[in-house]
């Protein structure tokens, strides 16, 4: 059983904090199979096309048949921990100041051996469940899992420093005004968040759920209107090195495609609300998050960018839109580059239409604001960078990867 | 003496009062709302261009965006439906000397306080003239309703019904414009017409017939308490934005003080 998390003491103000280091970040180009799956956090090894073989650590060629066929699937986790030992002292400088750390070798049920980080209720000799994640440096690792979940799993400390858990952690969420915001400070609340911010723009303007949204535990209001950038730095003034989970929910979901949209006030406002407020966010938290990526239990950890899954591909019908997101998925790509460096995840979620007003006309299925954050809590524990919430986006992501040009006209029929 | 350098003598001597009817453009002033699905008037914002550093080493500048109905702001005839076929109705063509005028200042400040949904009548304009004379023509009608001194949330003042804020009745605003020939009708709310105007027979009345006979607004004025209720001369120019439908811009009051 793990030791639960003890609410960390508050820090004292005059202490150094820890730079943040990275574990050793060098994968070859074919071992980003690997990264892409923990991203995702899927479970997926090489499987040779022509004789069947699953290989780790990944190859170019088959050991077997000398295949070079050999895509990426997912895989049964299942396996047994051979043997383990624990290390004390590293030359590394990242695993210097973790020792002790546990490491093993577990045998999958499908063939492959490995050399695993250990969650520390794994026992020498029993059935584990092997699972990959991103390490601080953003590279796949594999950590073996107890078979069956345990008491407080997710607090062992060597998965901790894999994965983003909102418990004890200071969130910020950009914007409480909407059914998606008020339904993630809900989620961080149940999640054991110790602060939630809730960015408000215009506090003057009454908005729905604004009574039982003070009402959420731990919860502290703050004025914050991403299309104002000295509203951005004053919040960030205040607060940055307080936040370790930032959830961009600020949104502006309108229909309408490119040609037929009379002018561009609503796609100046798109991008502002939502390209823009990113980079005012990025340019204003992001050198904080950064410098704190290893400041103790509560140490910043992601950064979170609620997109729509149009982002990868536009939707005609809300064409101005899905071009907006595009751009939100890109600078988010630059931003998860730039936060590496403090070990600062950048997690995209992808959705599709929520079930809001916004998207009134949108028939089902249509995911629910809450939904949506339980699935935004359930990523950062999991500390996965790429999430596919819900029917719609998920069907998306399969057809994508398949045959993106049939995907596209059949967005736009 | 000129009648010019006798004014610039009693601008010197302080006889004359320069008073600033403006509220500073910033971010977080209100900006009037609109139903979400249809167009939006952009708030002030402000991107820092350079200051003293990298991107230019010895100067400081912004660059700024904001709608023409922005902060305190002039409206133009051509701002309403009513206006729009007029001659020179646009900020840019309207004759500058109509940038000058004298200004008559009604306090509905108690009234207002009392009820944020009062509305200015005849009787009530009848009753001020009793006391201080009958508008000239071509003044200014600047009601003062201390709405400039409430923070934000009660100065838009929005209700589950929509915003409240006092402003004119549509008879007024048509008598003022027939009967008084008025330059303008000025306000300190967010718009020269009340936050239930949409309910009013027409609809916001102040921009149908002031802008319909090619008469001028002025909104989110400040410190209207500093005047006296005749006797004022404002100073209003828009910017000369070419076929503006209005302008953010700087309002002075001349005031002479008493000897």
Request: charged letters at 20%; proline letters at 8%; aromatic letters at 6%.
């Amino acid at each position: 059983m793990t030791d639960p998390l003890i609410r960390p003491r508050r820090k004292d103000p005059l202490r150094k904090t820890r730079e943040p280091l990275l574990p050793q970040g060098v994968r070859s180009r074919t071992g980003h199979g690997l990264t892409a799956a923990a991203a995702e956090g899927r479970f997926a090894l090489q499987v040779c096309a022509d004789c069947g073989f699953t290989l780790y650590p990944p190859r170019d060629v088959c050991p077997r048949c000398l295949s070079a066929r050999l895509p990426f699937q997912d895989v049964p986790p299942e396996g047994v921990l051979l043997a383990e030992t624990t290390i004390r002292t590293s030359t590394d400088v990242y695993f210097r100041e973790r020792t002790p750390w546990r490491i093993g070798t577990v045998v999958l049920d499908c063939g492959p051996s490995f050399v695993a980080h250990l969650h520390g209720d794994v026992i020498e000799g029993t059935r584990v469940r092997m699972t990959l994640r991103l390490d601080k440096s953003g590279m796949a690792v594999a950590i073996a899992m107890p078979e069956r979940s345990t008491a407080h799993q997710e607090d062992d400390v060597q998965l901790r420093e894999l994965t983003c858990d909102p418990k004890f952690r200071r969130v910020l969420i950009t914007d409480g005004r909407n059914a998606t915001g008020q339904a993630m400070a809900r989620a961080m609340a149940a999640a054991g968040a110790s602060i939630i911010f809730i960015g408000i723009a215009d506090p003057w303007k009454p908005f729905p759920g604004e009574a039982t949204l003070r009402d959420v535990p731990n919860a502290e209001i703050v004025s914050l209107d991403l299309t104002d950038t000295q509203s951005v730095a004053d919040v960030a003034g205040e607060i940055a090195h307080r936040i370790d989970i930032l959830v961009n929910t600020t949104e502006h979901p309108r229909a309408g495609g490119i040609m037929h949209r009379h002018g561009l006030t609503i796609a100046h406002e798109e991008m502002d609300i939502r390209y823009f407020g990113l980079l005012r966010l990025a340019q204003h938290f992001g050198p904080t998050m950064r410098a704190r990526g290893a400041d103790g239990v509560n140490a910043a950890a992601a950064f979170v960018n609620l997109l729509s899954v149009h982002a990868l591909i536009n939707w005609p019908l809300y064409g101005a839109f899905s071009a907006a997101e595009a751009a939100c998925l890109s600078a988010a790509q630059a931003l998860r580059a730039e936060l590496r460096d403090g070990g600062v995840k950048v997690l995209n979620m992808f959705a599709g239409p929520l079930d809001t007003e916004w998207f009134q006309s949108v028939p089902p299925p249509k995911l629910s604001p809450a939904t949506l954050a339980t699935a935004t809590v359930d990523a950062l524990r999991k500390g996965i960078e790429d999430c596919y919430v819900g029917d719609i986006a998920q069907d998306i992501k399969g057809r994508l990867d398949v045959q993106p040009k049939a995907l596209e006209r059949e967005l736009g029929a | 003496m000129s009648a010019l350098m006798a004014f610039a003598a009693a601008l010197a001597a302080g006889t004359i009062r320069v008073i600033d009817l403006t509220h500073t453009l910033a971010p977080e002033f209100p900006t009037i709302v609109m139903p979400p699905e249809l167009g939006q008037c952009a708030p002030f914002r402000m991107e820092e261009v350079s200051r003293y550093d990298e991107r230019g080493p010895a100067w400081y500048w912004n660059n700024f965006s904001m709608g023409e109905h922005t902060g305190t702001h002039f409206d133009a005839p051509i701002h309403w439906v009513t206006g729009k076929e007029l001659p020179d109705n646009a900020v840019d063509t309207i004759p500058p000397a109509h940038f000058l005028a004298p200004a008559c200042v009604i306090d509905c400040s108690k009234d207002s306080a009392a009820d944020p949904d009062f509305v200015l009548t005849i009787p009530f304009v009848e009753a001020w003239e009793a006391r201080h004379g009958r508008i000239p023509p071509r003044s200014w009608v600047l009601l003062r309703t201390d709405w400039h001194k409430l923070p934000p949330k009660q100065y838009v003042n929005l209700l589950d019904d929509g915003p409240h804020s006092p402003g004119p009745e549509p008879s007024v605003v048509k008598w003022l414009v027939e009967q008084r020939d008025v330059h303008g009708f000025g306000t300190e709310t967010i718009g020269t017409d009340a936050g239930q105007a949409a309910h009013f027979n027409p609809p916001y009345p102040a921009h149908h017939y002031m802008h319909g006979r090619g008469r001028y607004g002025l909104q989110c004025l400040a410190n209207l308490d500093q005047l006296p209720p005749t006797g004022a001369l404002i100073l209003s120019a828009p910017l000369k934005i070419r076929q503006g439908s209005g302008s953010p811009l700087r309002v002075l009051a001349l005031v002479e003080t008493s000897p």
